[in-house]
């Protein structure tokens, strides 16, 4: 097993959805998370841990990439799993 460190400044302030750049503080209020931009709504700590997944994904080789221009890798949380295009599978 390998680990990468990425900066996690912003994360809980940062919109986890890949088509919104919102990062603002009054975005997380305890432990929840809404977007004041797209209204987006989630967990704080779930939407810190997506932003923190989408960073090291960004650090993975471009080699295989996808029409985004990210690696096509998937990221397999504890939580779920994290595509390079944000989708997220949740695990029940």
Not at 3 to 21: G, I, L, P
Not at 28 to 45: E, I, T
Not at 84 to 90: A, C, H, Y
């Amino acid at each position: 097993m390998s680990f990468e460190q990425v900066a996690a400044r912003y994360t809980s302030r940062s919109c986890s959805r890949t088509d919104c750049d919102c990062v603002d503080e009054d975005n997380r209020s305890g432990k929840q998370f809404n977007c004041v931009s797209c209204g987006y709504a989630l967990n704080a700590d779930l939407n810190a841990a997506k932003n923190i997944g989408l960073k090291f994904l960004e650090t993975l080789p471009a080699s295989r990439t996808c029409l985004s221009g990210k690696a096509t890798s998937q990221l397999a949380l504890v939580s779920g799993t994290l595509t390079p295009t944000g989708s997220f599978s949740r695990m029940d």
